[in-house]
């Protein structure tokens, strides 16, 4: 059973990504409510690392394995839980899971219909499952901060850029400032600005 994945992105879909491992290329279906935060967590060689849940998908004369990718562990398990759901298989969590999970549970958690028929694939009789199947179950989905997550990561990438766009006006290659720039927020994630993390790379180019 393939566990976790890491590679280089060569190819991104809307639902899917191929990642080239070193000999091997693989396929990895993606749910939206990963793709929309997957590039907070690419490097800057375009490689990325996901947790996956692998099984066997059953067809008329032949089984395909599929592996469907996530950011973290916390995201996997919300989808093996959705997915005990009668009539809802990993295709339909594919897509039905379109939303931030803390709002998903929350919407589970306080029988929020209309929300989770909103989720695509998921209708009347549907949303009623889940609630009925799930609630109560799902509440330390509710406490994960994927929204102020997204909002620390939008800030750290404009950081990030302006410090590109520094080092490359001082005559920096572009690999090699990106390469500095990643380098010091993984020292220091909790940057502010601009200038405290250009101060960082300074630090790390003194220590070379």
Do not use: W
Not at 48 to 68: C, D, M, N, R
Not at 185 to 201: F, G
């Amino acid at each position: 059973m393939i566990s976790r994945i890491s590679g280089k992105i060569i190819e991104k879909g809307a639902n899917h990504l191929i990642l080239d491992t070193g000999s091997i290329c693989y396929e990895v279906l993606i749910p939206q409510m990963v793709m929309q935060r997957l590039e907070e967590s690419v490097s800057g060689d375009g490689k990325v690392s996901l947790v996956t849940f692998h099984y066997l998908q059953a067809e008329p004369s032949k089984t395909i394995p599929v592996l469907v990718g996530f950011l973290n562990a916390i995201e996997k398990d919300f989808f093996q839980i959705f997915i005990t759901v009668s009539g809802i298989g990993p295709r339909a969590a594919l897509k039905a899971l379109n939303k931030p999970i803390s709002q998903i549970a929350k919407a589970i958690d306080e029988g929020d219909t209309a929300f989770l028929k909103s989720l695509p694939g998921i209708g009347e009789q549907r949303a009623r499952e889940v609630i009925a199947k799930l609630q109560n179950k799902v509440g330390r989905f509710g406490l994960v901060q994927d929204g102020e997550t997204q909002g620390q990561s939008a800030k750290a990438k404009d950081i990030a850029e302006e410090a590109l766009a520094v080092l490359l006006s001082l005559e920096y290659r572009r690999p090699e400032a990106a390469s500095m720039i990643k380098e010091a927020l993984e020292i220091s994630p909790d940057i502010q600005s601009t200038e405290e993390l250009l101060n960082v790379v300074y630090k790390q180019k003194k220590r070379q």
